[in-house]
């Protein structure tokens, strides 16, 4: 009991200090208080890389159907699954991806990219805490690991990236095939890797092309396996153009020439992004109009405070101004030291601009890696001639398809002495750790071993097992043959840019033996051998052998197909490339197949392969930092009754939770306060 004179004391400290523990919760980050980063429960399950997990998918044979045969409106349909045996209903499924799922849908393959929603019939349902699922269905990739690798590596170096394993699917009791499964880059994603902060997520996409706009899901032509006239008349029209000379064919893919050595790739020309500035993170103004491919891609729920703030932040980026202030520096670095190492051009170091997301939290920018299925020079379409180019890949000039003044964030990093020497740090750790250390082939035969039984079987994959063999082995080579050579560049054996490579080639590494093709290419992404064959998406080649196929309006198509081939320029000098870079023939790296061109009307926000997460949702990071994640949905499999509906709650209150715990702790504060005062 308090009988004292300074009870009025007492209780204004009492109610001081909650008052001040109050605020430091509330703006704890501002403080400079680290945000705690959540530990999954799924982190130890479905992604462990200790064996080939197993999804056994229950569905309507009847909805099944219909959602292959109308993939390309990406419409979820309800199932059961069971992952390693644990089993949850009401979960939702759809097709996945762009431009593999248009040449997918076009062929004889079912074998579709899927996302899986756990939380999208039940609110708040998660899988061991993961809310979405990704499963990958490894096209153009004959070795089955560029993506898995790419990932692990990233993890590995602690980059920002999805946590990904082995799994093998099969429909209503039958096999369906070898596929990756990917960590969704939402809610789970936010709160594994950081926590309660209270961040901004976007994916910036601009795949325009011919200046177009952005096109919906399913405008790409044969998308539901039919000709599409409109599609033909559009095609012909621009076809038209060609021939008449009103499309400059050289002019749009660049100034090759004139661009050679400096430019790496040349020319203003984007593919998907004539008019991505802002995807390139470039600041231009003040205005939210300029930045619309940013917000367009939010996957978080963004204010005009946001948008700002974020400007603010690409202003002082590409002034190089405040760097450790506007980036996690250490961060991006290491994104981008295995980023380059991989040489995916398909993304904001090549031409196209996309495959990343941004991560924006209190002004300070984050990458995270995503779709490497292109990784290791495969989106140049490249044969045995370009293996020696790709390997000796220049670690400072990185970039294909534009300069470095076209890629801000990396011209900042590149032109800070600081950075630039943390840069050839990083490297050379990972070259140390990864390589020397024995990582590498650790990771990389343990994975082989695991897979290896699954790839035989696998009913649909887009390669032989045979195939399979060669490819694999070949990757193995060539990320030992790229490691020798980034340990040379960094020694200074070995010229790391573009122009020095191509006055000095004689210290260059030899890669005879190594043809990027039989790995999986742009071009070659999806020869399903003895399985049945069709055509990628990535050159002009394939739109030639699809020729005799072409029927009903096919004449406008060919019309296209004979303008492109003679006027495309000769790109064997493409952005002056190391000397033994390939002569790409009859399309540069990127051009896209002109049997799967899109409808002129509209382009996508997202022309990009099947591992691409999509912008149909927005939603807030879930905060709940108390890691409270039992296992989510397991139900009983012969009545379907819940057993525990325990979960992690996606739902956007619990941002909050900090606050209401703080508002909470200040009324009792007040309670106990008055209280005392009366006693």
């Not at 946001?306 to 400007?311: F, H, Q, S, W, Y």
């Not at 981008?336 to 398909?346: R, T, W």
């Not at 079987?457 to 050579?485: G, H, N, Q, W």
Request: aromatic share 10%; proline share 3%.
């Amino acid at each position: 009991m308090l009988k004292s004179k300074n009870t009025s004391l007492v209780c204004f400290v009492i109610i001081a200090l909650t008052v001040i523990i109050t605020l430091l919760f509330m703006f704890s980050g501002s403080l400079g208080v680290l945000a705690v980063q959540a530990k999954m429960p799924y982190e130890d399950t479905l992604f462990s890389t200790d064996k080939v997990h197993t999804l056994d998918i229950t569905v309507d044979t009847d909805e099944w159907s219909n959602l292959l045969q109308n993939a390309t409106n990406k419409e979820y349909i309800s199932c059961m699954a069971a992952i390693d045996g644990e089993i949850l209903t009401n979960i939702a499924i759809r097709a996945k991806g762009n431009s593999t799922l248009s040449s997918i849908a076009s062929s004889d393959s079912d074998r579709y990219s899927f996302k899986v929603e756990f939380d999208h019939y039940v609110k708040g349902q998660t899988y061991q805490g993961l809310d979405k699922l990704v499963l990958n269905n490894i096209a153009q990739d004959n070795t089955y690991m560029k993506d898995y690798l790419c990932y692990q590596m990233m993890n590995y170096f602690d980059a920002d990236a999805p946590l990904t394993s082995f799994i093998y699917i099969t429909i209503n009791g039958e096999d369906w095939g070898l596929y990756l499964a990917v960590e969704g880059v939402e809610d789970a994603f936010l709160e594994r890797n950081y926590g309660n902060e209270n961040g901004n997520l976007y994916k910036p996409e601009s795949d325009s092309m011919f200046g177009g706009g952005k096109m919906e899901n399913n405008d790409f032509a044969g998308g539901n396996r039919q000709v599409d006239e409109q599609f033909n008349e559009q095609f012909a029209e621009i076809a038209e153009k060609i021939q008449n000379g009103e499309i400059d064919m050289e002019q749009m893919f660049g100034q090759f020439e004139e661009n050679r050595g400096a430019n790496r790739g040349g020319g203003n020309f984007a593919m998907g992004g004539m008019n991505a500035s802002d995807v390139a993170l470039k600041y231009t103004d003040d205005t939210f109009e300029s930045y619309e491919n940013i917000w367009s891609g939010a996957k978080t729920d963004i204010t005009d405070e946001d948008k700002a703030r974020l400007i603010s932040s690409l202003k002082q980026m590409n002034n190089g101004e405040n760097l450790n202030d506007v980036l996690d520096v250490e961060e991006v670095l290491r994104y981008f030291v295995v980023h380059n190492f991989v040489l995916n051009f398909d993304s904001y170091t090549g031409s196209m601009l996309h495959n990343y997301y941004l991560y924006e939290n209190d002004g300070q920018l984050s990458m995270i890696a995503w779709d490497y299925n292109l990784a290791f020079g495969a989106f140049a379409m490249g044969s045995s001639d370009s293996a020696g180019g790709l390997v000796n890949y220049p670690i400072d000039t990185p970039l294909s398809g534009a300069s470095l003044e076209d890629r801000p964030l990396l011209n900042a990093l590149f032109n800070d002495e600081a950075c630039f020497e943390r840069y050839h740090e990083l490297f050379s750790e990972l070259m140390k750790g990864f390589f020397d250390g024995g990582d590498f082939a650790s990771l990389y035969d343990n994975a082989i071993s695991l897979i290896s039984p699954y790839v035989e079987k696998d009913p649909t994959a887009f390669c032989s097992y045979d195939e399979f063999i060669v490819a694999s082995e070949m990757l193995r080579e060539f990320c030992l043959l790229r490691a020798e050579s980034i340990k040379g560049q960094l020694e200074g054996t070995i010229p790391s840019t573009s122009e020095g490579q191509t006055a000095d080639s004689t210290s260059l590494i030899t890669a005879d033996d190594i043809d990027i093709s039989v790995m999986g290419s742009n071009g070659r992404g999806f020869n399903m051998s003895e399985k049945g064959n069709f055509g990628g998406f990535g050159g002009i080649n394939n739109f030639k052998d699809r020729k005799e196929t072409v029927t009903a309006n096919g004449e406008n198509t060919l019309l296209m197909a004979n303008a492109i081939e003679g006027g495309i320029p000769n790109m064997g000098d493409f952005g002056g490339a190391p000397p033994d870079m390939p002569n790409m023939g009859e399309a540069p790296p990127n051009m896209p197949n002109m049997g799967d061109m899109p409808s002129m009307g509209e382009i996508p926000a997202d022309f990009e392969s099947d591992t691409t997460s999509d912008n149909e949702e927005q939603t807030k990071p879930s905060t709940n930092s108390d890691n409270n994640t039992d296992k989510a949905g397991q139900f009983n499999f012969q009545n379907q009754q819940p057993q525990d509906t325990k979960t992690v709650s996606t739902d956007n209150e619990n941002g909050y939770l900090w606050i209401l715990g703080s508002a909470a702790f200040l009324s009792l504060g007040l309670i106990f306060a008055k209280l005392a005062y009366r006693k």
